[in-house]
């Protein structure tokens, strides 16, 4: 019960800047749009909702400190406020995920814009969106139940595992001290710094192995994006206990 | 019955200890007093109570039952912080209907009341107030959440002499109305020395005093006389204290004065006067005085 009227007060907190993110959104696009038909050249756009994406991390990064010490001024229990913010997620990013697909479909009307979904599952993967020979659209975008509905269950997967790893990230730096900070901070570049190096030293079996691995989970080769979906909600869920684990001992600060 | 208790609690802060194995009981329907000096471990005991922290060692129990992420036992509790917690940019009738949210009891009618005797705009943001004005609005959501206990923690920061005793007012109707258990955490012990029943003072981590006011004031007083009679009246009685002026002397003891002790102190002439609160709670709290060597009440 605590946990719903939590989930009210994040949504309500979550709600201006989201409407605010759309109204940008929405007036760039419109105005991509209108050149485009009054420019009468072949332009096109992809992957738009990838803005959501970036949105909701940042909302994750910013959906900590303000809400976690209102709940505890109202002496709520952690517990609360942790299945309070995981119940306000949800339905903010299957909303954002209905939204970014209405505003995908309007705006394919005017100018072609294949999702992110369409480039990984659909047929833009095969035909490319330009024949440079005829000099036409080749790409159609598929408008059936199963393409709408996958899409909007294979974002709402994005948008919540994204939001899930800003939240994780701000509480990694919130329960650390300065020394610990600096180390999360370089850890990921250093990280990739030393994969990379590593790469040429490791059995071209075990890459393989690995490229085999990422394209099973993200369901490339089968095109099925429910593996994809699978190994978001996994993976959200993973970092939902990472933040559960920091949130159980976290003190309120001004 | 609602009480508060606390077993064996233990808090450390990195190798910090800031209470070292605290055993305290609050009553239901009573107002108390928690004092120390700063650092005493006034504010980690509160925030142990209502779970902002967690003790390194023992466990904190409402009505019996442990309150550790108990929502249900929480949302008994109202604390009211120093520190503020709610949204800057929120305005104050919206934290209203948001605390009405989570305290079910919450009486907006009487916030807005205590509003308009507080002179306090509930269109504004907290941002927009000032120390004081922020102080004014925490009372008045504490005051308002109609929680079974209270805790107030520096409550008069930044107050004008004004507002402090109208708050003192309200707070006093508020309890005469609806009987509830009330902690008050303040550096200003003479205004609040009337209105507190019992009294809890920490000190070197530990519990000095607990024990009621009317039972502690019995106990305590004051003599003064010549230097000499009064340092022969305190051989081996509880001196808190001794100051000199010239070749007067005034001591604070602490101990029920017998027919004897009475009878003494008139044969040497020593005048015998009540000690305040406040000035038995410096005393009691002063660095390499003797409050260590006072036996625990309670």
Redesign the interface.
């Known amino acids: 019960m605590?946990s719903l009227?939590l989930a009210?007060?994040h949504i309500r907190?979550m709600l201006p800047s989201t409407m605010i993110y759309y109204m940008i959104f929405i007036m760039v696009i419109s105005f991509l749009a209108v050149s485009n038909s009054n420019s009468g050249q072949n332009s096109s756009s992809s992957g738009l909702e990838f803005s959501t994406v970036v949105f909701l991390f940042i909302m994750g990064l910013n959906a900590f400190k303000?809400n976690f010490?209102?709940s505890?001024?109202?002496?709520?229990?952690?517990?609360?406020f942790f299945s309070g913010l995981l119940l306000a997620i949800l339905p903010i990013a299957f909303l954002m995920s209905i939204i970014d697909l209405v505003i995908n479909r309007i705006y394919n009307i005017f100018v072609p814009s294949p999702t992110n979904y369409d480039m990984i599952y659909g047929t833009f993967r095969d035909t490319g969106m330009f024949d440079w020979n005829t000099m036409e659209y080749v790409w159609k975008q598929s408008n059936t139940f199963f393409t709408l509905s996958s899409t909007v269950i294979w974002q709402f997967a994005a948008y919540v595992l994204f939001f899930a790893l800003g939240v994780v990230i701000t509480m990694v730096y919130f329960r650390s001290n300065n020394l610990v900070k600096v180390i999360v901070s370089v850890a990921p570049i250093a990280l990739l710094v030393l994969l990379r190096n590593l790469v040429g030293f490791l059995p071209k079996t075990w890459l393989l192995s690995f490229g085999a691995f990422i394209d099973t989970i993200f369901g490339w080769q089968t095109r099925n994006p429910y593996m994809a979906v699978l190994t978001f909600f996994i993976l959200s869920l993973f970092l939902a206990g990472c933040f559960y684990l920091l949130l159980r001992?976290a003190?309120?600060r001004? | 019955m609602n009480n508060i208790e606390l077993k064996n609690i233990t808090k450390y802060y990195n190798a910090n200890c800031a209470l070292q194995e605290v055993s305290l009981i609050f009553e239901e329907k009573r107002i108390y007093g928690l004092l120390g000096r700063n650092g005493a471990g006034k504010t980690t005991l509160l925030?142990l109570i209502?779970?902002?922290?967690?003790p390194t060692k023992g466990y904190i129990t409402l009505s019996d039952l442990p309150i550790r992420?108990?929502?249900a036992l929480?949302?008994r509790?109202?604390?009211m912080?120093e520190?503020?917690?709610?949204?800057e940019s929120m305005k104050i009738h919206e934290v209203f209907r948001?605390?009405q949210?989570?305290?079910s009891n919450f009486d907006l009618t009487y916030a807005n009341r205590l509003c308009e005797k507080f002179d306090l705009n509930p269109n504004k943001k907290f941002k927009a107030l000032s120390t004081g004005y922020n102080t004014i609005a925490k009372l008045i959501i504490a005051l308002a959440s109609n929680a079974e206990m209270l805790i107030f923690d520096e409550p008069i920061l930044g107050l004008d002499a004004h507002h402090r005793t109208l708050f003192y007012k309200e707070l006093l109707a508020h309890y005469i109305k609806t009987p509830k258990t009330i902690i008050l955490s303040t550096h200003i012990i003479e205004e609040i020395a009337d209105l507190l029943e019992w009294v809890v003072i920490l000190g070197n981590q530990k519990v000095l005093i607990n024990e009621s006011v009317a039972s502690l004031m019995n106990r305590a007083y004051a003599i003064t006389g010549k230097s000499s009679d009064v340092e022969a009246f305190v051989q081996n009685r509880k001196a808190l204290d001794l100051e000199y002026l010239g070749n007067y002397c005034k001591a604070i003891l602490l101990e029920e004065p017998t027919e004897d002790s009475l009878k003494l102190m008139k044969q040497m002439g020593l005048e015998q006067a009540k000690v305040g609160l406040q000035e038995l709670f410096i005393k009691l709290t002063n660095v390499g005085g003797v409050h260590h060597e006072i036996s625990k009440v309670g």
């Open positions: 605590k009227k009210k007060f907190m303000e010490n209102f505890q001024a109202n002496n709520l229990s952690r517990k609360a001992k003190e309120a001004e | 925030n209502t779970n902002r922290i967690f992420e108990n929502d929480l949302e509790i109202f604390y912080t520190s503020n917690l709610y949204p948001w605390t949210t989570f305290y």
